[in-house]
């Protein structure tokens, strides 16, 4: 039941191992920071705030669906489809030699999941399995009752990324490479505004792009960064259940992971 692992930093137990113990928890960091301000503040910090905030989602929610397309692929023990390289080869949101990785395709693969077919994507074995290896059979049935907790949060974060279909992904991509984003009222509150998608219509001689609108408070603060913390805690929470199961390590959840799958994240919704 225990997949190989030859102590390579690059082999699928070290790629999982540094995930769960160190790329979730500085991603899930970085975002409580922004929760750890006051959000008491003046207009132009709030602003700040917002878009640190919903940077910070975007980059999560990513981690989460590129995720999601690895583990389709993954093939332990082959260097080829090992997580290294499908981590790194897998583009969130494209379409590339006829595969297509958008957030539409996670959402609508997700849907069509029964908790059996979420258990044989990440790799948790059946009961049968985890029995015969010696595990204890109130563990085989937690983690059996856990499966579909675990697959609504999967759900509900790639939801909630796909939620503005491709115009969140476009605005942060304009944020990360080109800073386009413009504080206003336009719309009679206040909002950041940010372009994507621009084209130039020569017949015109215009500009034509999509637009969207981030609506500047305290709540939508909260709402991205704490959205952050809980894709992570989600992504964190899976890949702990591979790493202990098929490579025999010990774990002990994280306070922070305890905190928002048992309380912040999923009672509030």
Known sequence: MLYPDSGNPLEDASILRNAVYFSTAQRAHSAQLILQQSLGVDQQVLRFLLVKAFEEFMTSTEDMVGWLFAFQEWQPGNAEFSLFLLLDRIK?????????????????????????????????????????????????ETINRSMAFKLDGWRRITNRRA??????????????????????????????????????????????????????????????????IAAQAVLHDTLALILSIRYGEKYNAPQWVTRVLQTDYFLRQ
């Open 92 to 140: 969130v949101g494209i379409t590339q030699k006829g595969i297509d990785h958008t957030e539409a395709k996670a959402v609508s693969f997700l849907s069509g999941l029964d908790e059996q077919g979420f258990r044989e994507l990440v790799h948790v074995p059946n009961d049968a399995e985890l029995l015969a290896s010696g595990m204890p059979k109130e563990l085989v």
């Open 163 to 228: 939620e503005q279909e491709r115009g969140w992904v476009g605005a942060f991509n304009k944020l990360k490479h080109h800073m386009l984003a413009f504080p206003t009222q336009e719309r009679d509150k206040e909002e950041i505004f940010i372009p994507y998608r621009i084209r130039f219509d020569r017949g015109r001689n215009r500009i034509n792009l999509g637009s969207a609108w981030l609506e500047v408070s305290a709540d939508m603060v909260r709402r991205f960064a704490g959205d952050s």
